[in-house]
């Protein structure tokens, strides 16, 4: 790729960034669209929709962007909880390591390359004719001494990055802690999932529970709440709402027809009358249900037990219950509303058959995503399309197009096809078996970046076949060669990547294209209410990967091709604002897993730096200069044990708080009058939805909505 | 092999065998060697020392055949624990197993071997000529249909040996638990091992661990005890026994040398004088080191730590105690007499290094044992022996010395070698890192098993260098093809083995041929005293993974040739009576894991199945029967699944006990007013030896013997 070529995507995407900025700057103040900008201020009430029309409201204004830069940890922590707060540190994270590595990489290692002379000497009169491989460690002749330059780089960056690695893993670790001694009661905290519960015959769920805790927990039981099987419930509630908001919006707009014929020839029927009539019968039904759904026999073997102290809760979920080990297995329960209610109604052959398909369906994903990956290969190529579709030649001959194509197009199609595997991953996810919302999305995460490592960087580096790229990893001892000659070639592919994918990506986000295009879209037809929109909460399985890709990039090319960080520092600086402005204006969290996604950068991060090891092992040896290969390998090595050594002294506090802590926080609290209220609603906290009596609205202002309610559960 | 090698080879092994157990027979009935053939009963008092010499005392009897016939497993849970319970049960285990697949092989599948004719029509008339190879499967021919019949056989085996091992994991489960149930209350039950204790300054490691489990566990909370580095003290020690013996010896035996001279010229000086004045200044010595290392510096940062309840000590070891999870690391404590004190001396460091150490020379022994291997499997290539050494020409071409030396002498050569690895096993493991005696045997066991199975098994089959069993390891695709080629070419071999190594083991065992020469080459030497000899207790590290090695060739070889089972059922006969016996005679244990010794067999099992299914996928895949190779597929994924189960169901059994029973087992004790006692036993039962007063005998019986001993501690 020619230096003209990036200078057409980086022109095209700065000019979408630009136009994104421009344009959010000015609908953000528009009252009309507060529901896609500012959801989380209107929910919480801070913000008011004003009609007034004032010439202020079209001029764009940067006011947001100094908002969002001074606004501190605490408030993000109080805005989007201490997941958000990791989330922003992780931003800072990669920005402060690709800082160091910048500096190093700009200023040492990019004027070592470009005066090499192993490809062509740099034409520096006219600079954009230059190939991009001239400012990559390709054009260092070989066995120059200059590469110890670059050898020097790479111990230096490996350990600045071990260090941050150790101080972030430590610093939340911590405050994890902080943010336990620092939370109210909740539920959670108290309570215990218990699964494979057994029933003698003669007895139930219920009863068998009750007998068991007060046996052997008689000092710290309080109560306990049995799951029950309710897909069929949800299905009804399901209707019933849509049926409701049907005469909500029959209701409120005059100009709907309100009368259809029954059948070819018959009367006409008053459609409010006969939806409400509908919606009785519904309603019936679902009392029905709700009371067979009561009885033993729609019991699941599975109930949250709460106890008096969450020092209580934790030896019984710690500690092995019963002598049969796969009876009364325990384990710490999610919050009440982060509880994955659907995994209960599944039988134990089911949820087995859905994990191996789960696993199919990920290889098959894998192997399917490799079309659209391939395509993408072949139109950075364009000597290649010409030979494909040879009519396209006098078009592809104009400079402009060449550029788009080679620069800007590839790329664009590879990140629509991306948006399309978080989704998917969380389907998949929550097929598996998880029993929080928390848990699917930790997991989509972890899915979602493998996936992403696996078919855009491997599947890039090596643009051959999945079955090329598995013979690859089954030759372990090759691995370093084959990527040393590899990964250098593919640096402009992946600088053009970050500025295509990683711009736009960020923009985009701040202008929330797909909630602003669905707003506009349902506008017409919906009569906008209050109640009805929801706070929307960050896709953390969706924006975590894509962050720590970048990371992936940033730190095996920083000694390749180290002008891929000046736009690696430009992405991290857009997203810093912009995910600051969103957790300000956007998103409220649904559910606080207080951290634990902080495990899965650091893995992440740990597998980079060890990619860059065999990566550099694998240059250094081609470029003969086997002493530093040689020299590399303690590198990874001590990255593992480094690795080791984290995963002992930080990850147990991320599974669950140790007995001290939870000690301390039970032993505060004890004299606390409001002890005996939260105890005594926590009795009814892990009531399943389906169960509490129905009501129509999701706002939680139901003051002014209708409210038609059940008084029996 | 031809038939009359093996012939001859059973000739002397049934000969060596018939001799071991005659003069066992007589030897055992002689005073003399009661402390060689009757130690247990000895110690135990039960066996008095008759010196009247009757003629009856000549003549070998069969009784003990019968005594040990007639005990039942009661007896053996009360002469040897519940791991000699478990040791027999691994008997009788293969017994069952090679029952079945014996009554399959011998009956079903011998005749259809040797009425194929793919190698050569068998020879009824001379059957001693015939090759060994004709009673194998290599004798079927391919894509015969008889071999479905091995196809059903490997099926049922599978299947019944699934049921087995399912039937007895499930039973020395429950075993473990009605043992724990019936135990008297014991230290290690009320006791944890807290390691990385941290200390403020100003503060010792008593301090700390005192205010810390005062603070977080007041409830349960008995006393502590701190570990202290010992090593210069129980090496003085060691001098003062070794002191201590001499005088005794001196003054009990009139006819030794009493006085030495000093210097060349010097007077001559009472011995018994002089070393007890060594004595007194050795024992001056260590009531200087043992107040010494009471002071705070020689701490180490270790602690046993007592509870009120086995629910209390399993709480605490169970949960992380401390934020930092490297700080207060809790586990299980082992038994008072158990702890392998060695090990707190050494610092982390050493530790570390000897770790790396020990994986180190683990590979070293690997790699340096298959040079007697490969020195024996020439061995068993006469004509490769006559191209080594031409002058054997004329002695090989004898029959005798050429069937003495294809079919006896390259297992005999084998087991000497193999003799010698358990003893470096323990040793290796004892420097590992573990606490306890019993963790050592345990890892000792599963090193000299996987070292049995790689350097035997493997290293026969694959007759090749390392780097070649290597790269076979690493292309797994064509393992099974491989196997197919190699195992049923080593039948006979495995035949010979099975008859020498195992028969003649079994009986050397019982006749205890080292230790017997060991007391005779004693005798003239040392005065025997009661007092002077201990009770050996039984080595599984070195018989375990010797049983499970001939069960992995019965169950590998079942199919391939029959013939091997026979052998093997003798041998497991042979060793049930033996064993039997020598838990009645001679063994007692020194600590009882309690049956943690099964999850080793259990593996051992499970891999050997795998192993089976691997080499019938090729067996059949070489016979053209792709069907049924095809077909076998499943049941190697089952058997994974399988024990996947087992080690949910069963394995956390085995780890700790579950919280029901230790609850159950403590109420059950709430009012004895034993227990009192017991407490007050606990509180020193985890000091170190070396720091209790110094006495010199090691017999329980100390009435007789004199005693020195210091009063302070």
New interface residues.
């Given amino acids: 790729m020619l230096v003209s070529a990036l200078l057409t995507s980086l022109g095209i995407n700065t000019g979408l960034c630009v136009l994104f900025f421009t344009l959010y700057s000015i609908l953000r103040k528009q009252p009309i669209h507060y529901e896609v900008y500012v959801p989380r201020l209107l929910a919480e009430g801070s913000s008011k929709r004003r009609s007034r029309f004032n010439l202020e409201r079209l001029i764009p204004s940067p006011g947001w962007v100094k908002k969002a830069w001074q606004i501190s940890e605490e408030d993000i922590l109080s805005f989007a909880g201490l997941d958000g707060v990791v989330f922003m540190r992780l931003i800072t994270f990669s920005l402060k390591i690709f800082v160091v590595a910048g500096i190093i990489g700009i200023f040492i290692l990019l004027p070592v390359n470009c005066t090499g002379d192993q490809l062509e000497e740099i034409d520096f009169a006219d600079l954009s004719n230059n190939s991009l491989d001239v400012f990559t460690i390709s054009n260092v002749k070989s066995g120059s001494k200059r590469l110890w330059v670059h050898f020097c780089a790479v111990y230096v960056v490996t350990g600045f990055i071990w260090w941050l690695l150790y101080y972030e893993y430590n610093y939340i670790s ?1 405050k994890r ?1 902080t943010y336990f001694y620092s939370s109210k009661p909740q539920p959670h905290q108290f309570t215990i999932l218990v699964r494979s519960i057994p029933v003698s015959s003669g007895s139930n769920v219920d009863e068998s529970v009750e007998s068991f805790f007060r046996e ?1 927990h008689p000092s710290t039981y309080l109560s306990h709440m049995v799951v029950r099987r309710t897909s069929k419930l949800r299905n009804l509630i399901n209707d019933g709402k849509k049926m409701y908001k049907r005469i909500v919006h029959l209701q409120s707009d005059p100009n709907q027809q309100k009368y259809k014929r029954v059948g070819l020839f018959g009367h006409k029927v008053d459609l409010i009358d006969h939806y409400e009539k509908k919606l009785e019968d519904i309603e019936e039904n679902v009392r029905l249900v709700q009371s067979e759904v009561s009885l033993a026999e729609e019991e699941v073997r599975a109930a949250f037990v709460s106890f008096k102290s969450r020092y209580g809760a ?3 979920s ?9 009876h009364w297995i325990t384990e710490q329960a999610p919050e009440p509303h982060d509880v994955y209610w659907p995994f209960f109604s599944s039988s134990f052959m089911r949820k087995w058959i859905s994990k191996l398909l789960v696993i199919v369906a990920c290889i098959v994903l894998t192997i399917l995503f490799l079309i659209p990956v391939l395509l993408v290969q072949g139109l950075t190529n364009l000597s290649q399309l010409e030979i494909w579709f040879p009519f396209l030649k006098s078009v592809l001959t104009l400079t402009f197009v060449s550029q788009v194509i080679t620069g800007y197009l590839p790329s664009l199609i590879l990140q629509l096809f991306l948006k399309i595997v978080p989704p998917i991953m969380e389907f998949l996810s929550s097929i598996q078996g998880y029993i929080s919302h928390s848990d699917i999305e930790k997991s989509a995460c972890n899915k979602v970046l493998w996936f992403t490592i696996w078919n855009i960087f491997f599947a890039t580096v090596f643009s051959g076949s999945v079955l090329y790229q598995i013979s690859i990893i089954l030759d372990p001892k090759n691995i370093p060669a084959k990527l040393a000659v590899a990964v250098p070639a593919q640096a402009s592919f992946f600088i053009a990547y970050v500025v295509t994918s990683g711009w736009t990506s960020t923009s985009s986000e701040l202008f929330r294209i797909i909630p602003l295009l669905c707003s506009l879209i349902r506008r017409p037809f919906v009569k906008s209410t209050d109640e009805d929109f929801e706070v929307p909460s960050i896709p953390y399985h969706r924006d975590i990967p894509r962050i720590l890709f970048f990371g992936l990039l940033g730190t095996t090319y920083f000694f390749l091709a180290p002008l891929i960080l000046p736009f690696l520092l430009v992405y991290l600086c857009l997203a810093f604002i912009i995910y600051r402005n969103q957790f300000i204006n956007v998103y409220a969290p649904k559910y606080d897993t207080a951290g634990k996604f902080w495990p899965i950068v650091h893995n992440s991060m740990i597998f980079s730096l060890v990619l860059m090891h065999a990566i550099a092992v694998g240059i250094f040896t081609a470029k003969k200069l086997s002493l530093a290969s040689t020299l590399i390998f303690p590198l990874p090595v001590m990255t593992l044990l480094f690795n080791e050594y984290c995963r ?6 991320f599974i ?1 708080y ?4 939870l ?1 301390k926080k039970d032993r505060q609290e004890e004299g606390d009058p409001n002890m005996a209220e939260f105890f005594g609603s926590l009795v009814t906290a892990y009531q399943d939805p389906a169960l509490v009596p129905i009501r129509y609205s999701t706002s939680t202002d139901s003051l002014n909505s209708p409210l038609i309610s059940s008084s029996e559960v």
Wanted: hydrophobic share 45%; charged share 10%; net charge positive.
């Fill in positions: 911590s802690i052997y934790a030896i019984a710690h500690l092995q219950q019963s002598v049969n080990p796969t002992k002294r930080f990850l147990p506090n669950a140790p007995a001290e802590v000690i």
